[in-house]
């Protein structure tokens, strides 16, 4: 496929105090992803040529000022350099405020790409959040960040390994607040979020399972009342609207049952009972995909391993994923195949 013909997949080089160079050097050794895409690597140059001598290997970077000019060719990664760190702004293993502040302006940078059309998806590496907050940001993750840039409503982080695939209602809330956000207006918005981004990459009628917050669903509400009047009539509703969707189940099955082959998607009403699930049955291949935004973005599913970076330990699997589903979605409009 020639180079003009081929996606561009921009990826964001996260925080460089932090595994991301590492990893996205590693999983651009894969020769396969240069037939598929144009990687652009949105960074600092300076990080990225570290995380080469790392991970020893013969691969070379080269500067593009913008993804038009990316060749697309294996041992070459093409770099949009911002240029916005200095070699004492980077002390590998540890919070900086200059890392943080970099790692969020990687993001819009690529979002800016993807909106004025020059990508065609974005991939992005982990961030800190401690590094973001005293770098200025307030937004608590990629995804917030996200949507306030791009004016997104109605957003959600799926999460996916394999064939278990789990939208969250909730995501970076405590416990207590996240369990005030089980409303049924929510949960409605976010069954039909999931059953239209399904629609997008070719599941004609998805079927959603809903999970319940109360442990063995609410025992008819003995342990909790969501279930009746919360969890149950947003679904519900969403059958009246044509919608696949069933439940609430209790969450020690329902993913279980996902797995098998019941499910195409899980909706887990907050952040760590769809993340437990994904990452025990499949951690290093477990992706993050966006919902709702006005481009594909997928992400790799964990953080910055400040303990093992600058240790050439880390392991590339969850990033070659996250690039493979961003080139499916792209090319095929599918999840998976």
């Not at 990687?39 to 001598?53: H, I, N, T």
């Amino acid at each position: 496929m020639a180079a003009s013909e081929r996606p561009t997949i921009a990826i964001t080089m996260g925080d460089a105090c932090g595994i991301g160079p590492e990893i996205i050097v590693k999983a651009l050794a894969d020769p396969s992803f240069y037939r598929l895409c144009r990687p652009v690597v949105v960074g600092d140059g300076s990080a990225m040529r570290a995380a080469l001598k790392l991970a020893g290997t013969k691969a070379t970077l080269r500067a593009v000022s913008s993804p038009a000019e990316a060749r697309g060719e294996p041992g070459l990664i093409d770099i949009n350099d911002l240029k916005n760190l200095q070699p004492e702004d980077i002390t590998v293993g540890e919070v900086s405020a200059a890392c943080g502040r970099a790692s969020m302006e990687y993001i819009e940078r690529a979002a800016r790409l993807a909106m004025a059309g020059e990508a065609a998806a974005i991939v992005t590496a982990p961030i800190n959040k401690e590094a973001t907050r005293i770098g200025g940001y307030g937004d608590v993750g990629h995804l917030e960040f996200l949507a306030r840039l791009t004016g997104a409503a109605n957003y959600a982080t799926m999460l996916v390994s394999g064939e278990l695939r789990v939208v969250h209602l909730t995501t970076h809330y405590s416990l207590a607040e996240a369990c005030r956000l089980v409303t049924k207006d929510r949960i409605l918005g976010k069954i039909r979020l999931t059953h239209d981004s399904f629609n997008k990459w070719g599941f004609e009628r998805p079927r959603i399972g809903v999970a319940a917050l109360n442990p063995h669903g609410g025992e008819a509400g003995q342990f909790g009342r969501e279930e009746i009047e919360q969890i149950a009539p947003a679904v519900q509703q969403a059958q009246a609207f044509g919608i696949d969707a069933r439940g609430p189940y209790p969450a020690d099955s329902i993913f279980n049952r996902a797995i098998a082959g019941e499910f195409d998607a899980v909706l887990a009403m907050y952040h760590d009972q769809g993340h437990i699930a994904v990452k025990v049955h499949g951690f290093e291949q477990s992706v993050s995909v966006a919902l709702g935004l006005p481009f594909i973005r997928t992400s790799v599913d964990h953080g910055t391993a400040f303990d093992i970076a600058g240790k050439g330990l880390a392991k590339a699997e969850s990033m070659a994923e996250a690039i493979r589903v961003a080139i499916s979605l792209v090319q095929r409009g599918r999840l998976h195949g």
